[in-house]
C-alpha cells in the first residue's frame, strides 16, 4: 500500500489541467467553488475506476476511434474553459463574500467532472496502476481492485482540497494587485489552452 500511495502523491503533484481549474477556481470564484470543483473531479475518479474495472481501456486499445473521440471533445472542452478565462473580465477574477446561488456549486461540480472525465489518460491512468498492486493471493480480485479505487479518489480529494484552499490564498492576495491578476489570468488560461492542444495531438494510449 506504501507503494501505490507514494505513486498516487507523485501522480496528483504533478501539474495538469486539474490542478490549474482548482487553483483558477479558487483565485476566481473563492474557496467554496473550488471544494465543489474538487467533488466533481472527485466523481470523475469514481467513474474512471468504475469504467477500468469494466475494462474500457481495452475498448480504447481495440477500437482506437473510441479514443480519439473523447480526445477530441476533451481537447475542445479544455480549449473552451482556457479560452473563457482569457476572456473574462480582469475585475471579476476574485470575488470574496459574495453569496451565490446553488447552480453555480453545480456548475463548478460539472465543469470539474467534465474536465477530468473527458480526459481519456485519466481512464488509461487507472487501468495502468490499479492491476499493479492488486494480488491474487491477497483475496478477491474485484474488492482489492474497488479498495485501490476508493483510496485513489480519497487521496485525490485530499490533493485537490488543498489546491483549492491555495487558490482560495491566491485569489485573496491577487485582489491587491490588480496587474498581476492580469498575468495570472493569461497564464492559467494560457495553460489550459496548452493542455487541450496537447490532449488534440496525442496520438497514443
Known amino acids: 500500500m506504501a507503494g501505490f500511495l507514494i505513486a498516487l502523491a507523485v501522480v496528483y503533484l504533478l501539474p495538469g489541467p486539474d490542478m490549474i481549474l482548482l487553483l483558477q477556481t479558487g483565485a476566481r470564484q473563492g474557496r467554496a467553488m473550488a471544494l465543489a470543483t474538487a467533488l466533481g473531479l472527485a466523481l470523475a475518479r469514481s467513474c474512471h475506476?468504475?469504467?477500468?474495472?469494466?475494462?474500457l481501456a481495452v475498448l480504447f486499445k481495440t477500437a482506437p476511434w473510441t479514443f480519439d473521440l473523447v480526445r477530441l471533445v476533451g481537447a475542445g472542452y479544455l480549449l473552451w474553459l482556457g479560452l473563457r478565462l482569457l476572456q473574462a473580465e480582469t475585475s471579476a477574477l476574485v470575488v470574496a463574500g459574495e453569496q451565490r446561488p446553488s447552480r453555480a456549486y453545480w456548475t463548478a461540480l460539472r465543469r470539474g467532472l467534465l474536465t477530468n472525465l473527458l480526459n481519456p489518460k485519466a481512464l488509461v491512468f487507472c487501468s495502468v496502476l490499479l492491476p499493479q498492486f492488486v494480488s491474487p493471493e491477497a483475496g478477491p480480485l474485484g474488492l482489492q481492485f474497488a479498495l485501490l479505487g476508493m483510496v485513489l479518489v480519497?487521496?485525490?480529494?485530499?490533493?485537490?482540497?488543498?489546491?483549492?484552499?491555495?487558490?482560495?490564498?491566491?485569489?485573496?492576495?491577487?485582489?491587491?494587485?490588480?496587474?498581476?491578476q492580469r498575468v495570472q489570468q493569461w497564464l492559467f488560461g494560457g495553460v489550459l489552452v496548452g493542455f487541450g492542444v496537447r490532449l488534440a495531438l496525442l496520438q497514443e494510449i
Open 49 to 55: 475506476v468504475a469504467l477500468a474495472g469494466l475494462g
Open 154 to 180: 480519497a487521496v485525490g480529494m485530499v490533493f485537490d482540497a488543498g489546491y483549492a484552499l491555495a487558490g482560495a490564498g491566491l485569489g485573496r492576495w491577487l485582489g491587491r494587485r490588480p496587474l498581476v
